[in-house]
């Protein structure tokens, strides 16, 4: 069953054409690569998946429903989470605060109840503040919950894309974008990066993941499919083995032959 | 996460009794409520200098020895019902040392007022981070629709106050939507273009008398008993000022209390997301415009409840009460005091406004006072008085609770 389907979205930035009629999809439980040179619209593209822009053309599916032009927080409120290239944390707020954040969309509250019902805030709060518990000790190991009460600004690199990461999961998505997740990441912390992801998939089989990455060996350790973008295109789809030997896709990356 | 006891057990100190927890608060709360007394009845103006510094040096020695710094922190976190209920107790009897200079019980109540104010400046500077320079604005609509009313339909003060926060909300959201886009220098920038608009406003328009303000707005009523008259505890008779001090501690207390519960709620916490990253804010689902508009409605409502009171208790207002200065020295409040620190906010409020009163004799130099003392504590404490805190949620999730 198809979760995402897009049906030749385009967006254009003055006369620039950052993304031209993509037509992507993915099935429910698939991990999906997402590969170009630098500047090929792949982070437009979650840009525009999330609702940060609006596109110029074309539709967009999740679940049977069309979500071109929504706000980015009903959007999320559909299941999409994400993750940003260059973190984009609430750099002072503590970790525990910013995934505690992340679980907005599964709670009601209005300003009433927090000013006269505190008893029943803090009732909600307290069941949250386990779920984040629990959320630390699956993904992040024991160092980041001792550093739970810090600000993420003190965190190491490592640590806030983990707890990027976790944010993006307390929402429960149906959809992830992780963007670039192992960038400033050593190979060792690469590892556990595809460590986790395969953890993610298997607390919950039917999660699916959109994933940009430079490092081919995430891509080809973990991903079922990949797609190409190059110039805004999509120029490739299919396996990475296949990719890998495509005369196109090798032209993206190295340059046509003169 | 290990609960206190574990953790002094831990370290190897022995946990306190409860009786030293106790006696450290009423010692360090009598301290602080002596000074502040001793500030504002002191004559000589170089004994107050000298206070100032002294209390100075000793607030760095305190924040340098962690020891006694941490035992007090301690004390407080546990007990801090009795210590809330221990300031009350002294609080209530700041009329009776006053009873003789009612000028002195005229600056607790300003500051009060000022205080009520400051905290609704908070949620918006704060916590939501938006630099709202039309504050004074929303403090001038309680005032201006209490008075209106109470003037022109004699009404009660009781009912002018429910129209006056019921205008300022409508204010308040009426500048959250127009300002719903910008954010940053250019919020600033409108926030002050409505400041000044509001003054020229009640400064020119027929109904609000024009400069010339609002005069003889009567004294609030309970059945027959008026705040005018003096009021009669335990056989003391305490000047009428002191009707309004208990009426404006009720409400900082209740505002305080609101203020409290909005930070400890996910409201607080959506307003943070807002101030630190309004896309990443976005993207977990949270809607940007309507936790706006919540924060400038909330806030102008503190303003709009100490709008009326300050009406009422002069008795007159004029546009000259409600200018572009009161502005800005709200937010030197908050900033001073420390942004998003509620504790902070409510020390900042108080030591602004008894400072400039107290040197009141300097004249035209009053104001450099004012701009020393604020350059001073910012270089010094960047983050003001008391820096924001971290959330901390082991009382909820692992303490007793309830």
Known sequence: MEILRTEKISIN???????????????????????????????????????????????????????????????????????????????????LDNVLLGMH???????????????????????????????FNDFAGKELIDRMYQKVRDLSQADKKRVEICRALASKPKLLLLDEPSAGMNPEETIGLMEDIKKIKKKNAKIDIIIIEHDMRVIKGITQNVVVFNYGKKIFEGTFEKASANKEVKEAYLGGEI | MVDLNTKNALIGRRPHKKIWHFLTIIIVESFIFYFFINFLTLKEVNYNVILVILSAILFIILQRQKKIYTTIVESFGQYSIFSIVFIILLLLTVPFLFRENSYLLHICIMCGLYLIMAMGLNIQLGSTGMVNFAFAAFFGVGAYTSALLAVNFQLSFWIVILAAIIMSAIFGLLIGLLTLKSTGF?????????????????????????????SNIPFPTIGKYSFGSSLRILGVDLPYQSNFYYLTLIIVLFSIYVAVGLYNSRSGLVWNAIREDEIAAKCQGINIARGKLE??????????????????????ISPESFTFDL???LICMVILGGLDNILGVILGAIILTIIPEKFRVFAEYRMLFYGVIIITVLVFRPEGFIPKRIRQYTSLAYGKGK
């Open chain 1, 13 to 95: 930035f003055g006369g620039l054409a950052a993304v031209k009629e993509v037509d992507f999809s993915v099935k429910e439980g698939e991990i999906v690569g997402l590969i170009g040179p630098n500047g090929s619209g792949k982070t437009t593209f979650f840009n525009l998946i999330t609702g940060i822009y609006k596109p110029t053309k074309g539709n967009i599916f999740f679940g049977g429903e069309n979500i071109a032009g929504l706000p980015p927080h009903e959007i999320t409120k559909k299941g999409i989470a994400r993750t940003f290239q260059n973190i984009r944390l609430f750099w002072s707020l503590s970790a």
């Open chain 1, 105 to 135: 969309r599964w709670q009601s509250f209005n300003w009433f109840n927090s000013m006269f019902r505190r008893n029943y805030t803090a009732q909600g709060l307290r069941k949250n503040v386990e779920e984040v518990f629990n959320l």
């Open chain 2, 186 to 214: 250019y919020y600033a920038l409108v926030t002050m273009a409505f400041q000044i608009i509001f003054h020229l406003l009640v400064n020119n328009l027929q109904f609000t008398g024009g400069s010339g303000g609002i």
């Open chain 2, 295 to 316: 924060a400038s409605a909330i806030g102008a409502v503190f303003g709009g409840i100490a709008g009326p009171i300050y009406a009422h208790y002069i008795s007159y």
């Open chain 2, 327 to 329: 502005s800005v020295v």
